[in-house]
Nanobody
Framework: VQLVESGGGSVQAGGSLRLSCAAS????????MAWFRQAPGTEREAVAYITPRSGYSEYAASVKGRFTISQDNAKNTLFLQMDNLKPEDTAVYYC??????????????????WGQGTQVTVSS
């Protein structure tokens, strides 16, 4: 499965962006998909993940209540709606999927497929 992100850009604090991740193949059977982000000089961190089969999702404390992860199984697309953006949300955002294995959660080592990343910049 190949993943391609889009929707990044520059916004002012308080603004919104919607990221999309298009998969080259069906993700309906994938146990887990997630959004990660990495700011300069920091480690990659998980933002949110979802189990495509059930739609169950979890969020990092730093984004809970502001970000929403969702999916369109018919179009093999994962989304991340980001509202009330803050300067500390500035990072490259990556889409990831568990293709081999059945784990789902925060550990980036569980994810086998990654997109190329899309830049999100939030100015104060």
């Amino acid at each position: 499965v190949q993943l391609v992100e889009s929707g990044g850009g520059s916004v002012q604090a308080g603004g919104s962006l919607r990221l999309s991740c298009a998969a080259s193949d069906t993700t309906r059977g994938t146990p887990c998909m997630a959004w990660f982000r990495q700011a300069p000089g920091t480690e990659r961190e998980a933002v949110a993940y979802i189990t495509p089969r059930s739609g169950y999702s979890e969020y990092a404390a730093s984004v809970k209540g502001r970000f929403t992860i969702s999916q369109d199984n018919a179009k093999n697309t994962l989304f991340l709606q980001m509202d009330n953006l803050k300067p500390e949300d500035t990072a490259v955002y990556y889409c990831a999927a568990v293709i081999h294995g059945n784990l789902c959660g925060w550990d980036s080592d569980w994810y086998n497929a990654w997109g190329q990343g899309t830049q999100v910049t939030v100015s104060s």
